[in-house]
């Protein structure tokens, strides 16, 4: 190989440098590996790690002969590169002073902050675009051995440095291995590098850098996707403008030899040095050719990349005020809408439901040619006949004010001529590389955001942002107006995934300027006085100027912690909402939809008025079917997304299963859409694996269920919408967010029910605040109370509404309203449905209320003795005066009842998470006649039969499941 570096300007000075190399640690003779599970050598100038063990072997380790003494501070980093996508936890073993063993998470880019089926610190060799892309060489470090796995070391008392490395432990995550895995390690060096330490640090294609640490920052071949060829030519060059002048560049050409020994991924990982630059905001322009030897090139990419260098404070950062330009909004203009396009009322009220497929498109493949494809199948299989197209944002707006829309158009071309209708997507979330960045410091010093949705390893602060918001909406703007003209276009859809934090992975705490210069004014706006805000939060801020949120962990008062979290949810849901209204008033006619995530149930009124659907990234889980009824009611119906045709081999009932908990609004939400893998043809995802074929089984289901709606009885489930934020500290867990166990005691009765959304649950009959709502408004105690005086019967656990966020001195307040003392009771998982459940009731006003003293009850689970106990709930309900319209015999089944043509056809749904569940049956209460008895959906065998309302209410429909099983019935009146 032979390797030639061209520099044209030199680069200003970067910052010290001052990393310790650790040179011993890439020779296999400081190594002693597991056997028959890992083998240490060197090749190419590397460690070469050859891992052969699976996830049956367990947690394995590689030692180092000589321990590895680090100085408190140092952080461990090095280069590593796997042969293919392979999860693996990753760890780093060292003692601390007092000699305890412990066992440090790694990071990378390549690695899942929170793994892969609960796991943590996942390296798998790839990172998630649009679908996993293979990286090569990534640089891994320990950060300032500050993260020990837990119960890895004695909880009594904390980790202290410094620590002295012993070795690797590894875990697999395959249960049958499909060959070794390959990882080579090289540059080992210790730094005094963290995120609240280091002087200067970097942002560069989604990686972070060390000013102490990193001398130069890589761009390598392999990012540019690229892995073929034997010549290649990267050239560079950086601007401190976005559309200014370089100021340093450079070339480098790569030839590799024909007998080069080197695995592809080494190969590929010659890459372009960029110096490390003062603080400031850059852009690189890098451009690849690659073809092969006496040929001209054949491949030909360019990068054009943000480069972000900040100096660390005690501030948290800041957002790089880059220039600006001048939003201008375009003007709507009259326009007249294509014939044959239906209209939002048409596709909401409609007797057919959509079903829509959507390519994972890529950025290195022709998107064009990939829609094509997928048109051309649909075409000729008929199965679909909706697509939604991915537009980026930063191919439409590649510079400030320049849209282009044309591949838009040349795909809206394309589906029109072959009948097609399209969704033409608005997903503001990933900006163009012009857009400023937000770098906020969490409380452990991190500025990088959670997996996916990152904007160079921040997270974009669209919804906060005066200017974010202004450059997404006049972007939204421009893009109706280019396509509302056109005939294949259906609607618009505005999809922001995880729109609110994403607690899982890392905290986004929203501290940056244009965030706290926006609440602060719209508390200035509330309170008028800044002491008016000290005597409702307990704070003692001198101005509104000196406002500062309290950070998750931090001590403050309830009020002031949900008015801070209040005000950033309903900032989401009004931006959102606000561009469901441009869009809308840019085009009339047409449908809207809009992801789910960041919108309030409570407010989905002002949702409906705009003729909107709904969607969800999937609902796959039965026992949350409380949080997806919710929509259909509310007038936002919503549209479910399934993935199944990639992970069937898995999971034989995903679809089934989404199909369940979809239905619990009722048939308005009879929408679905499928992701279709880029460029495969039908009939290779038909069969097997891959089973198309369980999506055409479906198409008539869809169509039937269209115009159901849930019969809920007179039963409402109960949730704070405030509390919820107080508690957890995160806007994140608000909205419809009722989960499995919250809402377990409903489903274990058998009792399909709604959720408390506007006041429609105060003329319910019967009422059950979800476990766990320990936290209430002053205003939502006040509700409840009334509800019960009026005459309703309130079910609630103990320590429901214990605490009010306006009176925090106080406790058992709910309990207290309603007259009980507050005593000693079983703990949650002590009470169970087959033993005498601790409950008390009291007559109050004109109403009742029953005290479980308890938090919860465990559900049956897969205990059969208990799942046949008659249900205390159901007993409460009944009493209250509520309908209940279907009951089954096995606690452990969850049923839907569905109503269709003024009562005269009905559709029952049941399903079960787990396991089988054998020999029961369904009991229905219906008005009196004869029913002609069919089963739509289930593999377990039925035969059609006729029966009489006596039959339905006595012996029932037989109702057992296969594990995971979803089973629907028609009953129809004869």
């Known amino acids: 190989?032979?390797?030639?570096?061209?520099?044209?300007?030199?680069?200003?000075?970067?910052?010290?440098?001052?990393?310790?190399?650790?040179?011993?640690?890439?020779?296999?003779?400081?190594?002693?590996?597991?056997?028959?599970?890992?083998?240490?050598?060197?090749?190419?100038?590397?460690?070469?790690?050859?891992?052969?063990?699976?996830?049956?072997?367990?947690?394995?380790?590689?030692?180092?002969?000589?321990?590895?003494?680090?100085?408190?501070?140092?952080?461990?980093?090095?280069?590593?590169?796997?042969?293919?996508?392979?999860?693996?936890?990753?760890?780093?073993?060292?003692?601390?002073?007092?000699?305890?063993?412990?066992?440090?998470?790694?990071?990378?880019?390549?690695?899942?902050?929170?793994?892969?089926?609960?796991?943590?610190?996942?390296?798998?060799?790839?990172?998630?675009?649009?679908?996993?892309?293979?990286?090569?060489?990534?640089?891994?470090?320990?950060?300032?051995?500050?993260?020990?796995?837990?119960?890895?070391?004695?909880?009594?008392?904390?980790?202290?440095?410094?620590?002295?490395?012993?070795?690797?432990?590894?875990?697999?995550?395959?249960?049958?291995?499909?060959?070794?895995?390959?990882?080579?390690?090289?540059?080992?060096r210790a730094a005094r590098t963290s995120f609240k330490t280091d002087s200067f640090q970097a942002v560069f294609k989604d990686g972070q850098y060390f000013g102490e640490a990193d001398a130069e920052i890589p761009l390598r071949l392999t990012d540019f996707g690229?892995?073929?060829?034997?010549?290649?030519?990267?050239?560079?060059?950086?601007?401190?403008?976005?559309?200014?002048?370089?100021?340093?560049?450079?070339?480098?050409?790569?030839?590799?030899?024909?007998?080069?020994?080197?695995?592809?991924?080494?190969?590929?990982?010659?890459?372009?040095?960029?110096?490390?630059?003062?603080?400031?905001?850059?852009?690189?322009?890098?451009?690849?050719?690659?073809?092969?030897?006496?040929?001209?090139?054949?491949?030909?990419?360019?990068?054009?990349?943000?480069?972000?260098?900040?100096?660390?404070?005690?501030?948290?950062?800041?957002?790089?005020?880059?220039?600006?330009?001048?939003?201008?909004?375009?003007?709507?203009?009259?326009?007249?809408?294509?014939?044959?396009?239906?209209?939002?009322?048409?596709?909401?009220?409609?007797?057919?439901?959509?079903?829509?497929?959507?390519?994972?498109?890529?950025?290195?493949?022709?998107?064009?040619?990939?829609?094509?494809?997928?048109f051309d199948e649909m075409k000729k299989e008929g199965v679909a006949d909706v697509v939604e197209i991915q537009n980026r944002w930063p191919r439409c707006e590649p510079a400030p004010g320049k849209y282009d829309f044309s591949s838009t158009r040349r795909i809206l071309d394309e589906a029109h001529k072959r009948?097609?209708?399209?969704?033409?997507?608005?997903?503001?979330?990933?900006?163009?590389?012009?857009?400023?960045?937000?770098?906020?410091?969490?409380?452990?010093?991190?500025?990088?955001?959670?997996?996916?949705?990152?904007?160079?390893?921040?997270?974009?602060?669209?919804?906060?942002?005066?200017?974010?918001?202004?450059?997404?909406?006049?972007?939204?703007?421009?893009?109706?107006?280019?396509?509302?003209?056109?005939?294949?276009?259906?609607?618009?859809?505005?999809?922001?995934?995880?729109?609110?934090?994403?607690?899982?992975?890392?905290?986004?705490?929203?501290?940056?300027?244009?965030?706290?210069?926006?609440?602060?004014?719209?508390?200035?706006?509330?309170?008028?006085?800044?002491?008016?805000?000290?005597?409702?939060?307990?704070?003692?801020?001198?101005?509104?100027?000196?406002?500062?949120?309290?950070?998750?962990?931090?001590?403050?008062?309830?009020?002031?912690?949900?008015?801070?979290?209040?005000w950033r949810r309903n900032t989401v849901h009004e931006f959102v909402v606000g561009c469901l209204g441009l869009a809308r008033r840019l085009d009339p006619h047409r449908i809207l939809m809009c992801y789910g995530d960041g919108l309030l149930s409570h407010r989905l009124g002002e949702v409906a008025r705009l003729k909107c659907l709904s969607a969800n990234g999937g609902c796959a889980v039965p026992s949350r079917l409380l949080a997806y009824s919710v929509w259909a009611e509310s007038g936002v119906p919503m549209r479910t997304e399934e993935i199944s045709c990639t992970q069937w081999s898995s999971f034989p009932y995903q679809l089934d299963r989404s199909f369940f908990t979809i239905l619990s609004g009722g048939g308005a939400s009879s929408h679905v859409k499928m992701f279709i893998p880029c460029g495969a043809s039908f009939d290779s995802i038909r069969g097997g694996a891959n089973d198309l074929a369980r999506w055409e089984m479906f198409l008539p289901l869809w169509k039937e269920v269209r115009g159901a709606k849930a019969v809920y009885g007179d039963v409402r489930a109960w949730q704070s919408r405030e509390g919820q934020m107080v508690r957890t500290g995160t806007v994140n867990f608000s909205g419809p967010q009722v989960e499995g166990w919250e809402g377990q005691l409903l489903m274990d009765a058998q009792i399909p029910a709604g959720l408390n959304i506007s006041d429609v649950w105060k003329s319910a009959k019967f009422v059950y605040v979800a476990p766990g709502e320990t936290v209430v408004s002053a205003a939502e105690e006040r509700e409840l109370v009334e509800f019960v005086k009026a005459g309703g019967h309130l079910f609630m656990t103990a320590d429901a509404g214990r605490r009010v966020v306006e009176r925090e001195s106080d406790d058992w307040c709910l309990l207290r309203d309603f007259g009980f003392e507050p005593r000693e009771w079983d703990l949650p998982g002590n009470i169970r449905l087959g033993g005498k459940l601790p409950l008390e009731e009291r007559d109050f006003g004109c109403g009742r209320v029953t005290v479980l003293w308890a938090s919860s009850v465990v559900p049956p689970g897969n205990d059969a003795s208990t799942a046949r106990v008659p249900h205390f709930l159901r007993s409460l309900a009944a009493a209250a005066g509520a309908a209940l319209p279907v009951d089954c015999d096995d606690r452990r089944i969850a049923v839907n009842l569905l109503a269709k043509d003024d009562g005269t056809r009905y559709l029952l749904v049941c399903a079960r998470d787990g396991v089988a569940v054998g020999d029961c049956s369904a009991k229905l209460l219906l008005p009196d006649g004869r029913y002609r008895v069919e089963q739509l959906l289930g593999d377990t065998p039925f035969e059609p039969c006729d029966m009489d309302s006596a039959a339905l209410g006595g012996r029932g429909i037989p109702c057992g499941v296969r594990a995971n099983e979803v089973r629907m019935w028609r009953i129809s009146a004869k």
């Open 1 to 188: 190989m032979k390797r030639i570096l061209l520099i044209a300007v030199a680069a200003s000075v970067a910052a010290a440098h001052a990393s310790r190399t650790l040179d011993a640690l890439a020779e296999p003779s400081s190594w002693t590996g597991s056997p028959g599970k890992i083998s240490v050598s060197k090749a190419h100038g590397f460690l070469d790690l050859s891992v052969s063990a699976v996830r049956s072997d367990g947690a394995f380790r590689m030692s180092l002969a000589e321990p590895l003494r680090l100085a408190a501070g140092e952080n461990l980093l090095f280069d590593c590169c796997m042969s293919r996508i392979c999860p693996m936890m990753m760890l780093v073993t060292a003692r601390d002073a007092k000699g305890r063993e412990l066992r440090f998470k790694t990071r990378s880019l390549a690695t899942l902050p929170n793994g892969i089926g609960g796991w943590g610190c996942n390296l798998i060799g790839g990172v998630f675009r649009g679908g996993l892309d293979e990286l090569g060489t990534v640089r891994v470090d320990v950060p300032g051995f500050s993260d020990p796995v837990r119960e890895s070391y004695d909880p009594r008392g904390p980790v202290e440095p410094p620590f002295t490395m012993t070795g690797f432990e590894f875990l697999v995550e395959e249960e049958k291995s499909a060959g070794a895995t390959e990882l080579w390690l090289s540059n080992f």
């Open 226 to 374: 690229h892995v073929w060829g034997n010549r290649h030519e990267m050239s560079w060059s950086i601007r401190d403008a976005y559309d200014g002048e370089p100021f340093t560049n450079g070339v480098v050409k790569v030839e590799f030899a024909d007998d080069d020994p080197r695995p592809y991924k080494l190969r590929f990982d010659e890459y372009l040095r960029l110096p490390f630059l003062p603080e400031g905001t850059y852009w690189v322009k890098a451009e690849l050719k690659s073809g092969f030897d006496g040929k001209s090139f054949g491949f030909a990419k360019t990068l054009d990349l943000r480069y972000d260098v900040f100096r660390n404070d005690a501030a948290g950062g800041a957002a790089r005020k880059t220039a600006q330009r001048r939003i201008e909004m375009p003007k709507a203009g009259e326009f007249t809408v294509p014939e044959g396009v239906p209209s939002a009322d048409e596709v909401l009220g409609g007797p057919d439901p959509l079903r829509i497929f959507c390519p994972m498109v890529r950025e290195d493949i022709d998107e064009v040619e990939t829609y094509v494809k997928l």
């Open 419 to 566: 009948g097609i209708k399209c969704f033409v997507t608005f997903a503001p979330l990933v900006p163009p590389e012009w857009m400023p960045s937000i770098f906020t410091m969490n409380a452990e010093g991190n500025r990088f955001g959670h997996t996916m949705y990152l904007f160079h390893g921040g997270r974009f602060n669209l919804f906060f942002s005066r200017y974010a918001r202004q450059c997404a909406r006049a972007y939204l703007a421009n893009l109706v107006l280019a396509v509302r003209d056109h005939p294949a276009t259906l609607g618009y859809f505005y999809i922001a995934e995880h729109s609110c934090e994403a607690p899982w992975a890392d905290w986004y705490e929203g501290f940056d300027p244009d965030t706290l210069e926006a609440f602060r004014a719209a508390m200035k706006r509330r309170f008028a006085d800044v002491s008016a805000a000290n005597a409702a939060w307990g704070t003692t801020f001198a101005s509104f100027d000196k406002v500062r949120p309290p950070a998750v962990g931090e001590k403050s008062s309830m009020a002031f912690r949900r008015d801070w979290l209040v």
